[in-house]
């Protein structure tokens, strides 16, 4: 029995550990010389040859492939590595690690259909709509360990909007909003962003390792980036490196009462809604708990959670609130 039980449980470990997605992508290659197109990324060992893209219609080629879940770099190459898409630093479908510009894919347990793009661009580029957009950037700083004076975001700029080309304290000061939250809300063209967030204008800043999650890095300095591609609102906690939470800004909406909070063992939220759906995810951006009401008033059982910050995405039938819960 206890043989059973072991290779069962490490059937559900390699299972977990090595989750995937089927992922659809799609490319025009018109303007191309060519005999065969590939997609070639960081899932393939960046190889020029194991991936062919099917020529479906006109000059659109095709390929669905089973992809690891996580974070993926990748390029359309044509004739084992002949021809390959070109970017700019910046553009906003890509990301620049160590002065390399490719192509990003974020997979993440679920199938992905890719819109189709030209052959060395991005998609988004031709939706008509570069911005600029609004952005709301949002922190939790109680978890931090000196002392907080004045929370600023640091970042590049594009086309003279941005994060203040990381002048320290002289633009983009962000609001104490209470219980440790600070917000700012800017105005940003379509771009991917490179930024961290500082304090005291550079007495103390954000500190990541090369590869974690939602990074980027050129060897000597690793940021935190972000695609703005449209109006959003998007949820951080200082030196965790990923984006706890991201929803589109046309959906703040709500009012909800969270209460005890914090707590020992339980939330209650009341809202003047149905409540649909609610996710909470630890500091880290990891789902821990996920319930489906179909009430106005919820309990949510926080037994089983380890003491710390979550982060709670609570939907409704009118929109998203985030809303974050302290577990003693």
């Keep these: 029995m206890k043989k059973t039980t072991f290779l069962i449980s490490m059937l559900i470990i390699s299972m977990v550990s090595f989750a995937q997605s089927n992922v659809t992508f799609s490319v025009d290659m018109a303007g191309q010389t060519f005999t065969q197109a590939y997609v070639s990324g960081s899932f393939n060992s960046w190889s020029g040859d194991a991936n062919p893209l099917t020529n479906t219609i006109g000059t659109i080629w095709e390929a669905t492939l089973p992809v690891m879940d996580g974070e993926h770099e990748y390029k359309f190459t044509f004739d084992n590595w002949a021809g390959q898409d070109t970017f700019t630093q910046g553009d906003v479908c890509t990301i620049t690690n160590y002065g390399n510009t490719n192509r990003r894919l ?4 679920s199938d992905i259909v890719l819109p189709t793009t030209m052959f060395g661009a991005c998609a988004e580029t031709n939706d008509g709509n570069d911005g600029p957009f609004t952005v709301t950037l949002s ?3 109680s978890g931090y360990g000196g002392t907080l004076g004045t929370v600023y975001v640091n ?3 594009h086309n003279s909007q941005g994060f203040g080309a990381w002048c320290g304290a002289c633009g ?4 104490d909003m209470g219980s440790g939250i600070w917000e700012t809300t800017l105005s940003l063209e379509e771009y ?10 550079w007495d103390d800043q954000e500190a990541f390792n090369p590869g974690d999650v939602q990074t980027a890095t050129d060897g000597t300095f690793t940021n935190r980036y972000i695609k703005v591609d449209g109006n959003k609102t998007v949820n951080f906690v200082w030196n965790a490196p990923q984006q706890a939470l991201s929803t589109p800004e046309a959906l703040k909406t709500d009012n909800f009462k969270v209460f005890p909070n914090p707590t020992l063992d339980s939330w209650n939220i009341s809202s003047n809604q149905n409540v649909t759906n609610i996710e909470v995810f630890d ?3 990891k789902q821990v708990l996920k319930i489906q009401p179909n009430d106005s008033n919820v309990f949510i059982d926080a037994s ?3 003491s710390g910050i979550y982060l709670t995405k609570i939907t409704s039938e009118k929109g998203v609130k985030t809303v974050k819960l302290i577990k003693n």
Excluded at 106 to 109: I, K, L, P, R, Y
Excluded at 172 to 175: A, D, I, R
Excluded at 192 to 201: C, L, M, P, R
């Design 106 to 109: 974020v997979v993440a347990g």
């Design 139 to 141: 922190i939790d700083m």
């Design 155 to 157: 970042g590049e700029n």
């Design 172 to 175: 983009n000061e962000l609001t």
């Design 192 to 201: 991917s962003y490179q930024f961290k967030f500082t304090v005291n204008g």
């Design 283 to 285: 500091i880290l951006g």
């Design 304 to 306: 089983e959670l380890k």
